[in-house]
């Protein structure tokens, strides 16, 4: 198993618990169910964001929906020239 792990993951002098400290077969008070790692973590991804900020992410549609109906009414209208 060490050879497949990234050397973040892995401590190497970090002891492993008894079986019967986990909340496997009795519930615990410091009801910890995940690992101890401080490593690297993967940054919430735009659909999280999103979902987050609700306000904020219809803000940004309408303002994306704005500037592309300017754009397309810009180049639609009928140029003026001057003689």
Do not use: H
Not at 34 to 50: E, Q
Not at 61 to 82: D, E, F, H, N, R
């Amino acid at each position: 198993m060490e050879i497949d792990t990234f050397k973040t993951n892995y401590d190497t002098d970090r002891k492993a618990k008894a079986p019967e400290a986990g909340i496997l077969y009795e519930p615990k008070e410091d009801l910890m169910e995940r690992g101890s790692n401080l490593g690297w973590k993967r940054p919430p991804s735009l659909m999280v964001k999103a979902k987050k900020r609700p306000v904020l992410s219809i803000l940004a549609t309408a303002g994306i929906g704005l500037a592309v109906y300017k754009a397309l009414k810009k180049v639609s209208s009928p140029q003026k020239c001057l003689e």
